[in-house]
């Protein structure tokens, strides 16, 4: 299994999670929710959807039809299939989502993971989320001290392009600094939902995001707003 497939599974077993959906509802949602699937196919979701239904993760039912109705295609048209998580898949997803090594925080993986971490318990977050870190600092070292061993060499466009690549690596690190010191303090700044019982951190520890003010939004503190 190549890691992109790999990713892409772990991806479906996550929104099935949330709740059974059609291949055109679990399309759209990868391609909003997860910047990796932007670019993607059905020529590449259903194969995946079809290799987890032999694994026995998945099962097929027909959108009209009972929850245990097998998928019939009607006559002359191709019917509507919903894809639910089985338990042995739920339970192979959870194994995914327990992962912790360097797979968990590569930049083709890290964002797939980051997506779901409102299904993840606190201490798997901190350790990706900090695996995510080492990784990024080693590269900016790298790449600082091969700015400073060529600059001499290189044209201002290619110098600032380099520029350009360490900056936003910097600016990865201070995120996650961000989140890590969330973390570590514990604080929730979400207010539950309706959905968040699914996603409730198995831990029994929410943790929390820092807040980002929502600049269209008046601050209460301001005696101007009404």
């Not at 318990?121 to 900016?140: H, I, Y």
Request: proline share 5%.
């Amino acid at each position: 299994m190549s890691r992109r497939s790999g990713i892409l599974e772990f991806a479906v077993l996550g929104l099935l999670r949330e709740s059974p959906m059609h291949g055109y509802e679990l399309r759209k949602r990868l391609n909003t929710s997860l910047g990796v699937f932007r670019a993607f196919s059905y020529g590449t979701l259903y194969p995946c959807l079809k290799t987890l239904v032999a694994s026995g993760w998945l099962i097929e039912e027909s959108a009209a039809g009972p929850a245990d109705a097998p998928a019939v295609p009607l006559a002359g048209r191709r019917a509507k299939i919903v894809y639910r998580l089985t338990a042995e898949g739920k339970e192979h997803f959870e194994e995914l989502l327990a992962q912790t090594g360097p797979d968990a925080y590569e930049d083709e993986t890290f964002a797939a993971r980051f997506a779901f971490f409102g299904q993840t318990s606190r201490d798997v977050r901190m350790r990706v989320l900090e695996g995510r870190r080492s990784r990024l600092e080693e590269r900016l070292e790298k790449m600082r001290l091969s700015f400073a061993r060529t600059r001499e060499r290189l044209d201002d466009y290619t110098l600032e392009l380099q520029r350009h690549g360490m900056e936003s690596v910097e600016r990865e690190v201070r995120w996650l600094n961000e989140l890590i010191e969330s973390e570590r303090a514990g604080r929730d700044q979400r207010r539950p939902g309706p959905g968040d019982a699914a996603q409730q951190d198995t831990s029994g520890e929410t943790g929390g995001l820092p807040r980002h003010r929502d600049s269209t939004r008046p601050d209460p503190s301001d005696d101007t707003a009404t």
